[in-house]
């Protein structure tokens, strides 16, 4: 009986081994990260002389959420158009012997020139003010670096909220906490709002994506702008032929005036 036992234990031992090793090996599991794809319902914006602003629609497609946190709120996406990246002065006004004139002056480098966002909520509900300024997101964290300018540095707020306010006043720099919804479980719509004032050149459409506060990833896109018809005659006739620009202005000016006068006067 002793022997039968002994060769059974001989028998099982290489299984207990194999056993164990398995057991000893260390578990891992993967975990897909959230990825996501955006569109735009157009890559170009033609401005005519009767152009009074349009929107622009952003679609989207999120892969691999978690259903729980997507159904209690804890995506959120920001969604950008970023005009032409050029510097921009502000000049502060006094009185000065009766008299209003420009006496200080700021200028700030590289700020886009025009600036909508949109998002599924406030963006500073969204994630923390460090994180937004880091990534510029949001009209009130957009970088504005003055450049070779010399006098108070507390001067700089106040110039950076004037900047701002002339931005928003004129309908350059636009916010939307509402403006991004989600049409079913992975699919998301964003509408942005292209001003009047739209300057010309390529512009950048931008998404970023937030899980319970984290950034995720973002997705950019060009949208063209640009000016058709008889404004784009005139833009490329004052870049490309200036002197005959000018001289045909100032004739243009002249028979307008004389004409004026011709129709208008008393007899």
Request: proline share 5%; aromatic share 8%; net charge neutral.
């Amino acid at each position: 009986m002793s022997g039968l036992l002994f060769a059974a234990a001989l028998l099982l031992t290489p299984f207990s081994a194999q056993a164990q090793v398995l057991l000893d090996q260390p578990t891992t599991s993967t975990t897909a990260r959230e990825t996501m794809e955006i569109g735009t319902s157009t890559s170009e914006i033609a401005i005519t002389s009767d152009f009074t602003g349009a929107d622009l629609t952003i679609f989207g497609a999120l892969s691999n959420t978690d259903q729980l946190l997507l159904a209690i709120g804890q995506y959120d996406i920001v969604v950008v158009l970023e005009g032409p990246r050029e510097n921009a002065t502000v000049r502060r006004k006094e009185r000065v012997f009766g008299i209003w004139v420009n006496t200080r002056s700021m200028t700030f480098e590289h700020v886009p020139e025009a600036y909508s966002l949109s998002s599924t909520r406030a963006v500073d509900n969204i994630t923390t003010p460090l994180e937004l300024s880091d990534r510029g997101i949001g009209v009130d964290h957009i970088p504005l670096a003055p450049i070779g300018f010399v006098g108070n540095v507390g001067d700089v707020p106040e110039f950076r909220d004037a900047f701002r306010r002339l931005q928003k006043s004129g309908g350059l720099y636009e916010s939307d906490p509402a403006g991004v919804r989600f049409v079913s479980s992975s699919l998301f719509k964003a509408t942005l709002r292209v001003p009047a004032d739209v300057p010309n050149g390529v512009h950048t459409v931008r998404a970023y994506l937030f899980k319970s506060g984290k950034f995720l990833s973002e997705k950019s896109l060009p949208l063209r702008v640009i000016k058709t018809g008889i404004e784009q005659m005139i833009t490329d006739a004052a870049h490309q032929r200036p002197i005959t620009y000018g001289i045909f202005s100032v004739l243009l000016a002249l028979v307008t005036g004389w004409g004026a006068s011709f129709i208008f006067r008393k007899n």
